[in-house]
């Protein structure tokens, strides 16, 4: 089988190649091929799977190419992984929407629509060559904004292409374990959008147990997203958000602490990615020592993930058991199961709403319990969302599909639009300029008129 990874130079690969270390099964993946157009970054990505190969005598071949076709050509699955504009945009991203008073997250807020109308284009591009060049090939989009660059390849892959996320999977991991059970054995009622979502059940041997976790403080201050929130908001809520939900719940109080920090998450990312890529990339590197610069590298950057917001929930610093991430990886791996070997599996994933939803139509992604099998991967029947969900998950989502109008029309009014209808962003004046400070940084907008 033959895996090809779009943004193969980005940072996060050797996950994904680990994991596929690991899988010994027939039928699994013999060969990945690293598609990325920048060839310094594809050079040292190269250098560190070749470090974690070594000694594995049935390691997957790996190849790398800056030509899209050519790594499209012959793919059983793409795993696409890109960051339109690079780490400096999203720096960019992020301190023109602060300097505005609001939120410049990559996913979510200003930030995420800015980062959206300059992917969505490309996505959709990627997605056009994929139909042409690898017709039957499965897409799994982890690009973000994943919601919305999911729905925008939808629009010419239909079910072919699925979102992946680890958040959702790392919060019930952390929730099956505090209630003693093991996370495969538990289901989890997880509902909502990329990024905006609630765990608003969790059963195991067919009884909910989340109401034995919300009535106890000291269980639900003793993992993260407990600290973030508070067990009395918790308790209000009857549920457990996504972590992201904090830069709702808590705007005011997380933009403060990004306006007061010494730089912002993209700037640290960008300047501690240049010099991990400077160290992988010299020339003739001792073995071993490429695979040790990304090891360190990640460990910083998993240790300082979200800082600000727990400065605002006053919760210190992140404790070891918060440090293991929901593993997107290890649900590529098993998405990619699923349908190759027809192992049926259970996993939370961003698909076309089809109804399950009832506030949204059915082209709407959003991210709920699939059943994955040969066929690709089917929601789940959910209950209705509550009345405070539905308003942000139909607002969030009004935004998204402005930000897909206004990439494929390349309206001005539409973009606008997209930003002005963000319930974080608070103003018609403030989304416009928005849309002229990122116009004048960002290139890649150059579309809009």
């Known amino acids: 089988m033959r895996l090809t990874i779009l943004g193969g130079g980005g940072f996060r690969v050797p996950l994904v190649y680990g994991a596929l270390l690991g899988d010994h099964a027939e039928g699994r993946v013999s060969h ?30 790996v190849t790398a190419t800056t030509d899209l076709d050519e790594a499209l050509r012959g793919a059983d ?8 504009g690079g780490l400096e945009g999203r720096a960019a991203d992020e301190r023109i929407a602060l300097a505005e ?33 690898a017709p039957d090939a499965w897409v799994i989009n982890f690009t973000n904004p994943a919601g919305v660059v999911t729905e925008a390849m939808a629009e010419e892959l239909g079910d072919r292409v699925i979102g992946i996320c680890d958040s959702p999977v790392g919060l019930g991991r952390r929730i099956a374990r505090l209630l003693g059970a093991r996370p495969e054995d538990a289901w989890i009622d997880y509902v909502g959008l990329n990024h905006l979502g609630w765990v608003r059940g969790l059963r195991i041997g067919g009884r909910d147990e989340l109401p034995r976790l919300l009535a106890d403080d000291r269980a639900l201050e003793s993992f993260e997203e407990g600290r973030l929130f508070g067990a009395e908001w918790l308790r209000s809520l009857g549920a457990i958000p996504n972590e992201y939900l904090h830069y709702y719940y808590f705007n005011r109080d997380t933009v403060r602490a990004y306006q007061e920090a010494k730089q912002t998450r993209g700037a640290f990312l ?3 990615q240049r010099g991990f890529y400077a160290e992988a990339g010299r020339p003739d590197p001792a073995p071993g020592t490429a695979l040790a610069a990304w090891d360190r590298t990640r460990a910083e950057r998993e240790a300082t993930y979200m800082a600000e917001n727990r400065e605002v929930a006053g919760v210190g610093e992140r404790e070891e058991s918060d440090l293991e991430s929901g593993g ?21 994933l961003n698909v076309r709403n089809r109804g399950t939803l009832s506030v949204l139509d059915a082209e709407a992604v959003i991210e709920v319990p699939c059943l994955v099998d040969a066929n690709g991967a ?59 400070g990122y116009a004048a940084e960002h290139p890649g907008l150059g579309y809009l008129r």
């Open 32 to 61: 990945v091929t690293l598609y990325d157009e920048d060839s310094g970054r594809l050079r040292a990505m190269a250098r560190v799977l070749a470090d974690q190969a070594s000694g594995i005598a049935d390691a997957p071949a």
């Open 77 to 84: 699955f793409v795993f696409s992984a890109i960051r339109v």
């Open 101 to 133: 008073g609001v939120l410049g997250q990559e996913t979510v807020g200003a930030g995420g629509i800015a980062y959206g109308l300059r992917t969505v284009p490309v996505a959709r591009e990627i997605a056009r060559r994929v139909a042409r060049t």
């Open 270 to 272: 960008r300047d501690q």
């Open 328 to 348: 997107y990886e290890k649900v590529a791996l098993a998405l990619m199961r699923a349908i190759a070997r027809d192992e049926r599996a259970t996993l939370i």
């Open 378 to 436: 089917h929601p789940v029947a959910v209950d209705p969302l509550p009345l405070h969900a539905v308003g942000l998950v139909t607002s969030v989502k009004a935004a998204e599909r402005e930000v897909l109008a206004a990439a494929a029309s390349g309206s001005r009014a539409d973009a606008v639009k997209a930003f002005a209808l963000h319930p974080l962003v608070d103003s018609v004046g403030v989304a416009r300029r928005l849309l002229d």
